[in-house]
């Protein structure tokens, strides 16, 4: 990867490395955790900075969260660098404060390049080689991080397209913070996520509502998919099937605004996607589902013994398919380009620009 071409084509001026040690923060019951906050104290040489993280969304592996940065003169919170009205109302509490202690250490090598993209865009890219020590355990850290300082947010999906034409690389839904949580205390199975109502409003143009659609459907899909990666459940592959199902719907429908939604590319990729899916949820349910009242209904047929192992084991080859399907590049792939699509908006065109810049409640009943 530090040998691409690319790299060297965007930063002429090299890369710079430095050793990066984040001592994270929080109660014995993770009382910051469970408010979607992370606390850290990170060390780079003599200069410590003190961070705080919050709330963000995660889009096919754009993370987007806010953050607050302030120096501070050792590794340890200062409260009084809070500007933040909410924060300084959650950190006033002076039992809190008693109760935060170090839970989970980050430290690894970081080499940075500055890239900047013949369009303009200008972007951060972290390699970051170490590891995460916890009580409980470690993990190794051994990734690439891409941060927007300027420009579109596709140009961090295309370059990442570019980075995995050099190494294996697939898109990560979880932060160090999340990962070192994972350390501290025993995980309880993941839930599967079901469809959740897209944030669309009356006032909203067809554009706006499209993408507001179609990134809840990428959400819900990602979201699956990473729970997924652990060990295979029955219901991830189900809400995983949804997702994609309500996204080819999405591209149909709006396509009446603008025909170039629906890319025939991007579909072609959904429909193998749901192809690889598909069979083992069939499996799933026909197992499962259908045919155990049959066999407790005719307990002395032994031919729906037979019947039932050889289902099993058919059952068994799909879910490895939909598994395999799940954890590979070809995903990864589809994740990254449609991320980048979704950005670029290619279907705006002169022709396209009056109809999708409607309101969206017009064109609902239009539509319907």
């Known amino acids: 990867l530090r040998r691409h071409p690319l790299l060297k084509a965007l930063c002429p001026s090299g890369p710079r490395t430095r050793r990066l040690v984040s001592i994270y923060f929080d109660t014995d019951d993770f009382a910051l955790r469970n408010r979607g906050i992370a606390l850290r104290v990170r060390r780079s040489g003599r200069q410590c900075t003190q961070t705080v993280k919050g709330g963000g969304s995660v889009r096919a592996g754009l993370h ?11 590794g340890a919170p200062d409260f009084t660098k809070i500007a933040d009205p909410g924060l300084i109302a959650l950190f006033s509490d002076e039992a809190l404060r008693q109760r935060l202690h170090s839970v989970f250490v980050t430290e690894f090598d970081r080499t940075v390049w500055l890239l900047e993209t013949e369009a303009g865009d200008r972007v951060e890219m972290a390699l970051d080689r170490g590891e995460i020590r916890a009580d409980l355990g470690s993990a190794p850290i051994c990734e690439v991080e891409l941060e927007l300082k300027a420009g579109s947010p596709a140009a961090l999906y295309e370059l990442a397209l570019a980075l995995r034409e050099a190494a294996p690389l697939r898109a990560e839904n979880a932060s160090k913070a999340e990962r070192g949580y994972a350390l501290c205390a025993p995980q309880d199975a993941p839930l599967p996520v079901k469809a959740t109502l897209p944030e669309v409003g009356r006032e909203m143009t067809v554009d706006a509502a499209f993408r507001a659609i179609a990134w809840n459907c990428v959400g819900q899909l990602q979201d699956n998919q990473s729970r997924l990666l652990p060990g295979y459940d029955p219901e991830l592959v189900h ?3 949804v997702a994609v199902r309500r996204l080819r719907s999405a591209l149909g429908l709006f396509a009446a605004a603008a025909p170039a939604i629906r890319d025939a ?3 072609g990729e959904l429909r193998w996607l749901v192809g690889e899916l598909g069979p083992a949820r069939d499996w799933d349910v026909f197992v499962g589902e259908m045919l155990p ?3 407790a209904a005719l307990p002395g047929e032994a031919g729906l013994a037979r019947l039932q192992r050889q289902a099993e084991k058919i059952c068994r080859e799909k879910r490895g398919q ?3 399907a799940a954890a590979g590049p070809r995903y990864d792939e589809i994740m990254l380009k449609l991320g980048a699509w979704l950005w670029r908006a290619p279907w705006r065109t ?4 009056a109809e999708l810049d409607l309101p969206v409640a017009a064109f609902a009943a239009q539509m319907l």
């Open 64 to 74: 987007q969260r806010d953050e607050w940065e302030a120096p501070v003169a050792r």
């Open 239 to 241: 809400q995983m099937r």
């Open 265 to 267: 590319a991007l579909t």
């Open 293 to 295: 009242p049959v066999i």
């Open 322 to 324: 939909a598994s395999a």
């Open 350 to 353: 002169t022709a396209t620009a």
